[in-house]
């Protein structure tokens, strides 16, 4: 059974920032490609940033770059969000995503529908 434990969510004024984890039970970071993707009442989930089975790839979201980092620890197993110069905007549930369909161990998919297993939530709110 895999299991996606998130943490490191909470309350932080804009301009200040969160790192975020995310440990992998069940199935390794270095076996899958890992993503975060965030939600907010009424709105569909978003892809904010994944990195690639080999560690080498890693996509964002435009409103992200520059600011948020993803990284992975395969000795700990547990993939990272390092959220810098958060803005209020960023306010959002953060779910960390992991599957290994595809063999391109470059591949960094960034739709919903492509990712088999879900943690379940970090709230991150940002105050102005």
């Known amino acids: 059974q895999v299991q996606l434990v998130e943490s490191g969510g909470g309350l932080v004024q804009a301009g200040g920032s969160l790192r975020l984890s995310c440990a992998a039970f069940?199935?390794?970071?270095?076996?899958?490609?890992m993503a975060w993707f965030r939600q907010t009442p009424g709105k569909e989930r978003e892809f904010v940033a994944g990195?690639?089975?080999?560690?080498?790839?890693?996509k964002y979201v435009d409103s992200v770059k520059g600011r948020f980092t993803i990284s992975k620890d395969n000795a700990k197993n547990t993939v990272y969000l390092q959220a810098n110069s958060l803005k209020p905007e960023d306010t959002a549930v953060y779910y960390c995503?992991?599957?290994?369909?595809?063999?391109?161990?470059?591949?960094?998919?960034?739709?919903?529908?492509?990712?088999?297993?879900w943690g379940q939530g970090t709230q991150v709110t940002v105050s102005s």
């Open positions: 069940g199935r390794t970071v270095s076996s899958s490609f």
């Open positions: 995503a992991a599957d290994a369909r595809f063999n391109n161990f470059d591949a960094v998919p960034q739709l919903v529908s492509e990712y088999t297993y």
């Open positions: 990195i690639s089975r080999s560690g080498t790839i890693r």
